[in-house]
């Protein structure tokens, strides 16, 4: 049996498992920074929690209101289910994927607070990663929607008015 065969792509399986990879790694690998000493970190310490708690709410904000929008469509695969519907309300109006977004701004929440260059590094490798997968689904998105690409240059991809 070939590895293929074990991570089929069709609809992006391969997709939701490196993302995953990508989770367990961001929570598992032990925050390291040798350039931030006990001093410097109690410097920032207000800054530090200001940034978690910023991007932390910004992060869970997104996530609830992104999927109670796409709720009859949530589907952990890029690829849409059958039935999907163009959403362009609520929080889509604002970014195309809050669900990608979310975990990118707890990501960077939490490496702002822990000033962590692994977690640096995670969070810079996850970019990379949303990125990709949702070129891969918006591609799928716009064969199913003649709107998608109209609403694609009209709304951005993870930032509000930025990207």
Excluded: C
């Amino acid at each position: 049996m070939t590895l293929r065969a074990l991570l089929p792509t069709r609809r992006g399986e391969h997709l939701v498992a490196l993302q995953f990879v990508l989770l367990f790694a961001f929570v598992l690998i032990p925050v390291w920074n040798p350039f931030a000493g006990p001093a410097l970190l109690e410097t920032l310490t207000p800054w530090r929690w200001g940034a978690l708690a910023v991007f932390g709410t910004v992060g869970l904000l997104f996530a609830a209101l992104g999927a109670l929008a796409i709720r009859p469509y949530l589907t952990p695969l890029p690829y849409p289910v059958d039935h999907n519907q163009l959403v362009q309300h609520g929080v889509y109006a604002w970014v195309r994927h809050p669900l990608y977004s979310s975990q990118l701004f707890a990501a960077l929440g939490w490496t702002l607070y822990t000033l962590s260059l692994p977690h640096l590094a995670i969070l810079v490798i996850g970019f990379l990663f949303f990125d990709y997968k949702a070129a891969k689904e918006e591609a799928w998105l716009s064969e199913r929607h003649p709107a998608y690409p109209d609403y694609a240059r009209r709304v951005r991809k993870f930032i509000p008015w930025i990207y």
